[in-house]
């Protein structure tokens, strides 16, 4: 059977401000709030996102919750204008998240980085 992506797990330390986040700051649809669990459609046909409280999802999975600096993953989001980009980053820093790389032209498009409330890094970028 191939390997599927069908939801991304984020240990987060404060799952209400996550979940407004990402529901009222970025404008996806909450598909299932339980008490330490809220998972949010990304829309399109694109895998879930599950908001797990950190000490919650790293006893499921048997690990320690300490962890911080980059975690080696980034999150990317293709949209399809320089106008996009700008919109994303401007609703991400209004809902509490944080630009960390401001949207510049490159070689290839144009792409920046902001954080969510618990630093997970989103790349938003467009070729044209």
Known sequence: MPLEVTAIM????????????????LGCEIDQDYPNFVSVDLGKGSSSLALYEREAAARDAGVSPEGSGFRGVSFHYIVPSRDAVDEVMRDAAAAGGSVVKEAAVVQWGYYGYFSDPDGYLWKVATSS
């Not at 984020?10 to 700051?25: P, T």
């Open 10 to 25: 984020i240990g987060v330390e404060d799952l209400v401000r996550s979940k407004k986040f990402y529901a009222e700051g």
